[in-house]
């Protein structure tokens, strides 16, 4: 029966019949005849989203703003950047569709992959009527690969933020186990922080955050989750290599203070006592 699905969509592909779901895809509906028709309320959203790109304004505060004006998505969730950023590459908002854009593989089943040329795709241009003009499209497309680029970003994968600063990928937070992320914050302070919590708040994960002065001069290689520890009314930090941390083993927070107050950190090194001269 699987096999059978397949053939019969391949020859709809073919054939240059589209099929897609609109109940979970802003900006457009679907008439009796199967063919995509523009959403006039939905298609605001989607043009202001596009021009408000071209202005300079990233995906996370995109949704962060459409989130604080209490617009909601098709499933009537909140916006992450995942979400507009899909939407921005979305050729279908100038018209065109894009058959078999992604892929089931023979050995798998109930899950998807991009199409890289593993499987026969075909492309229509000018199959409905476009929300975006393909001017605009395709400037919001020269901005996303020279943000890219400009942020050494690699153009997808799971570990495309992992080679942007010799921490990237290696601090993870100790309660959602995901990834910190350097951000700058208030006054041009550099900062990581939870990933988790930077783009769905503190209620998915209640987060962690440490400035990049101190991790300056550690020598961390490999994946390390940092622990807040609050001792004598100050905090300090703790670090584990994640293979040990999710055996339960924790280092022990090296809290010496120096002549002007500064915190020894350890990092995976045995405890030391410290003199004052």
């Known amino acids: 029966m699987s096999e059978n699905n397949k053939w019969s969509i391949k020859k709809k592909f073919e054939r240059g019949e589209v099929m897609i779901n609109t109940t979970r895809f802003c900006g457009y509906d679907k008439n009796e005849y199967e063919d995509l028709v523009v959403n006039r309320k939905e298609a605001e ?9 071209l202005m300079n304004i990233g995906c996370s505060r995109l949704s962060d703003l459409l989130n604080y004006l209490g617009v909601k998505t098709m499933t009537d969730s909140q916006w992450e950047s995942g979400t507009i950023g899909g939407m921005l590459s ?16 023979p050995t798998r089943r109930n899950v998807t992959r991009r199409n890289r040329g593993e499987v026969q795709s075909y492309y229509i241009s000018e199959n409905h009527e476009p929300i975006v003009s393909p001017e605009l499209w395709e400037q919001v497309q020269e901005m996303r690969e020279y943000r890219k680029k400009e942020r050494n970003i690699g153009q997808d994968g799971t570990k495309k933020f992992q080679n942007r600063y010799p921490l990237s990928g290696k601090l993870i937070c100790p309660f ?3 990834t910190l992320r350097r951000r700058q914050v208030y006054n041009k302070k550099i900062q990581w922080l ?5 783009e769905k708040g503190k209620k998915a994960c209640r ?3 440490i400035d990049d002065a101190d991790l300056a001069g550690l ?7 940092i622990e807040e520890v609050i001792q004598n009314g100050k905090k300090h930090y703790g670090y584990t290599r994640k293979t040990d941390f999710d055996c339960g083993i924790r280092n022990s ?3 010496a203070e120096t002549e002007n107050g500064g915190v020894l950190q350890g990092v995976n090194r045995p405890r030391r006592t410290v003199i004052k001269l």
């Open 194 to 198: 939870c990933s988790t919590c930077i």
């Open 207 to 209: 987060g962690i955050r």
């Open 176 to 178: 959602c186990g995901k």
């Open 219 to 225: 020598n961390i290689t490999e994946p390390t989750v």
């Open 90 to 105: 979305n050729e279908k908002y100038k018209g065109d569709f894009h058959l078999q854009k992604y892929y089931t593989p």
């Open 253 to 255: 927070t090296d809290s």
């Open 45 to 53: 959203i989607v043009r202001l989203l596009f021009d408000l790109y």
